[in-house]
């Protein structure tokens, strides 16, 4: 029975920003410019953008690239950055820092600084985990070929059969009993 080769698993992996000091309606803004984008194209996006957010977004798009590299790596798989894109990504309400604001006749007046927590996912495109599975079994191909080969050759240079095939057991003389003789 030939081993089945099935299609591997999408890479996905994603990188969090916490407490950023930004305003999360602010963030929303530039994340709906590189949702569903290659990972490349956001890059550059997010380098361009006239906002100040947009660093710490690149900062963590980045993350998530490296995440993605990392994941890859120890899951003995070949990644192609090129074939990444932004899977999902959100900004949600952080902690909120408050302030009191001198207000005239001894009165304070309180407002808020906002944050967010920015979450961006990075996954591999459909076309990339095709060739990638394409390139195991190919892979996976040449290498039964190759350990048949091996084996013939090292048997035709000492002399022996191969490992695999049965062997015959050794005839061992017994020698006769000398009680049965009688």
Request: glycine content about 6%; aromatic content about 4%.
């Amino acid at each position: 029975m030939a081993p089945e080769i099935t299609a591997a698993p999408a890479i996905e992996a994603h990188a969090m920003a916490k407490h950023v000091r930004v305003s999360p309606q602010k963030a929303r803004l530039v994340l709906d410019m590189i949702r569903g984008q290659r990972a490349e194209t956001a890059l550059g996006i997010l380098r361009f953008t006239p906002k100040r957010v947009a660093k710490d977004i690149e900062k963590v798009l980045r993350s998530a690239i490296a995440n993605a590299e990392r994941k890859a790596d120890d899951a003995g798989e070949s990644l192609d950055v090129d074939h990444l894109f932004v899977a999902r990504c959100f900004a949600n309400e952080g902690s909120r820092w408050k302030r009191l604001r001198p207000a005239p006749m001894g009165r304070a007046f309180r407002y808020q600084k906002r944050t967010a927590h920015i979450v961006v996912g990075v996954a591999e495109h459909s076309m990339g985990v095709e060739q990638r599975a394409a390139a195991a079994a190919a892979e996976a191909a040449s290498n039964k070929g190759v350990k048949g080969a091996v084996k013939k050759a090292r048997a035709a240079i000492t002399g022996q059969p191969n490992r695999g095939s049965k062997k015959q057991p050794a005839k061992t003389q017994s020698k006769p009993d000398s009680k049965k003789t009688k």
